[in-house]
């Protein structure tokens, strides 16, 4: 069983930046697929972006561009570094192995 910690948010002001770590333990997950996810309140929870294990990634269409989606295997890490952020990134940000998920961290962009 596979052990998901997200972290890396905070408060950031429009245009900033952040880099989202989802670090693994419990399991090696090099040969999967991991995602990033986000949900506000009221909302069901969006996929952003994914990586496989060959490094192809697939990112939503609000933030191509934008963020950047990568994995560091002998670190057992999977990041999302997010550049140009805007207040309609606002969320509670989940990375996912199989059904596994982390406890998610928030994100929050405001002046």
């Known amino acids: 069983q596979v052990q998901l910690v997200e972290s890396g948010g905070g408060l950031v002001q429009p245009g900033g930046s952040l880099r989202l770590s989802c670090v693994a333990s419990g399991d090696d997950i090099s040969m999967n697929v991991v995602t990033w996810h986000r949900q506000t309140p009221g909302k069901q929870r969006e996929l952003v972006a994914g990586i496989t294990y060959g490094g192809s990634t697939s990112y939503a269409e609000s933030v191509k561009g934008r963020f950047t989606i990568s994995r560091d295997n002998p670190k057992n890490t999977v990041y999302l570094q997010m550049n140009n952020l805007k207040p309609e990134d606002t969320a509670v940000y989940f990375c996912?192995?199989?059904?596994?998920w982390g406890q998610g961290t928030q994100v929050t962009v405001s002046s």
């Open positions: 996912k192995v199989h059904d596994f």
